[in-house]
């Protein structure tokens, strides 16, 4: 995880889609700024109790710009709103990250499906995908055409990308791209939580990695009171239920960072020294979650009576 954290200036404000504003981020002096890989996102501090996090959807390479795309909600908690409204160019924003639970990992062949601003982290990917001599394709959704963002630079890549307007074609033709899939092939999936629980329906086990941009419904039930022992700090702390161990820790005057609260970022990622979690968060692959090796503080508890974590 990134520690980095600094005032960048907004250095470019265009609109790419109905809705979708894409910013340009750069550091105030002209300092590179830290190097990153496709799928990282970063943390914007847009004022007391307002971070959101937006997936990186620039050139890696270039390391003297950010480049994110926000989604203008009307049902959202204000962020987006604040983003179209009060951000201006030559603004200064707040920035923490990158961070990345997301990576593209090396493989012959990949299939991508995005939907909606679900394509800001699959943008990178597919130019990493192609100086890598990859194959792929990418089927890509929205709502209306001009809904859909950065589809002028997705011309390039020809028919390896089908555009998928909902009002023109309907659902996304999943099967199209998911049945009969070739021996090594990943899929990358980002997208609204209906798109993302289609894909996991029917994407064979072990081939599917894929990002969230809103909440996992969580299990009912089970949410009693535990021990957390932090190893750096000597603390033993009870945590009770209907608490967070994040709520929990902060009240004993341990300082962590986080942002969402609501298991989607990764920002309060801790490391699990001893213990169970009972994971309820919506980042962790489920071969990270059969680990234990880290969990999100912000929403996941333990399976037990005690976790020992290194805080």
């Known amino acids: 995880m990134s520690g980095y954290e600094a005032e960048l200036v907004v250095g470019r404000r265009e609109p790419v889609a109905d809705g979708v504003l894409a910013l340009t981020l750069r550091h105030p002096l002209g300092k590179?700024?830290?190097a990153w890989e496709p799928g990282a996102h970063v943390d914007l501090v847009l004022g007391p109790d307002l971070e959101r996090q937006y997936s990186l959807c620039g050139d890696p390479a270039d390391?003297?710009?950010w480049r994110i795309a926000v989604l203008r909600e009307p049902a959202g908690r204000g962020g987006s709103a604040h983003v179209h409204e009060q951000v201006s160019e030559g603004d200064k924003v707040r920035v923490r990250g990158p961070r990345n639970h997301f990576r593209l990992e090396p493989s012959p062949r990949y299939r991508f499906v995005a939907g909606g601003i679900g394509i800001t982290p699959i943008l990178p990917m597919l130019a990493a995908a192609e100086a890598a001599g990859a194959e792929w394709t990418l089927l890509y959704g929205g709502r209306t055409r001009n809904s859909m963002a950065f589809t002028d630079e997705l011309v390039r890549y020809g028919e390896r990308v089908?555009?998928?307007?909902?009002?023109?074609t309907g659902l996304l033709a999943l099967g199209s791209v998911l049945d009969g899939l070739p021996d090594g092939t990943l899929v990358y999936?980002?997208?609204?939580?209906p798109l993302l629980d289609a894909v996991q329906e029917r994407c064979p086990a072990g081939l599917l990695r894929f990002e969230r941009f809103q909440v996992m419904p969580r299990p009912t039930g089970?949410?009693?009171e535990f021990e957390v022992v932090l190893a750096?700090?000597?603390h033993t702390l009870t945590v009770p239920a209907g608490v967070s161990v994040l709520d929990t820790v902060r009240a004993a005057g341990v300082e962590v960072l986080y942002s969402c609260t609501e298991g989607t970022c990764g920002t309060c990622e801790t490391d699990v020294l001893e213990g169970t979690p009972d994971h309820q968060d919506s980042v962790l692959t489920d071969e990270e979650r059969a680990g234990g090796e880290t969990m999100m503080i912000c929403v996941s508890r333990c399976r037990g009576r005690r976790l020992v974590l290194d805080l």
Not at 162 to 168: M, S, V
Not at 189 to 193: A, I, L, N, S
């Open 32 to 34: 590179l700024l830290p």
């Open 63 to 65: 390391r003297t710009a």
């Open 162 to 168: 089908t555009l998928a307007p909902q009002d023109e």
């Open 189 to 193: 999936c980002c997208g609204p939580g």
């Open 222 to 224: 089970g949410d009693t």
């Open 232 to 234: 750096q700090s000597g």
